[in-house]
């Protein structure tokens, strides 16, 4: 595998099962296929092989109401957007 190719090829794989898109979840096979079974392996237990962006967003698990209000509220003030969330977000956020 190229060096340079490390970290995208196993976040390639790492991806493929979670994105529930098909065309990634071909690629990731054909990726194994290639460089054998090892990179999946390594892929799922090597957090330093994968990218770390990708690694901590695709996640099977919604999060809680309060991350998505703390998340909904860095967005628009990031964007200067008014936005107050209602009283019960705000309870589940505490």
Not at 9 to 29: C, D, F, M, N, Q
Not at 70 to 92: C, D, N
Request: charged letters at 30%.
């Amino acid at each position: 595998m190229p060096a340079d190719m490390h970290v995208t090829l196993h976040t390639l794989v790492y991806a493929s099962h979670r994105a529930g898109i098909p065309e990634l979840e071909k690629i990731g096979g054909q990726i194994c296929a290639f460089y054998g079974k090892e990179i999946a392996k390594k892929a799922e237990t090597d957090a330093s092989c994968v990218n770390e962006i990708i690694r901590n967003n695709i996640n099977i698990t919604m999060p809680d109401e309060g991350k998505k209000v703390e998340r909904l509220i860095g967005f628009a003030t990031e964007e200067g957007i008014k936005y107050h969330p209602s009283e019960k977000s705000l309870t589940v956020r505490e």
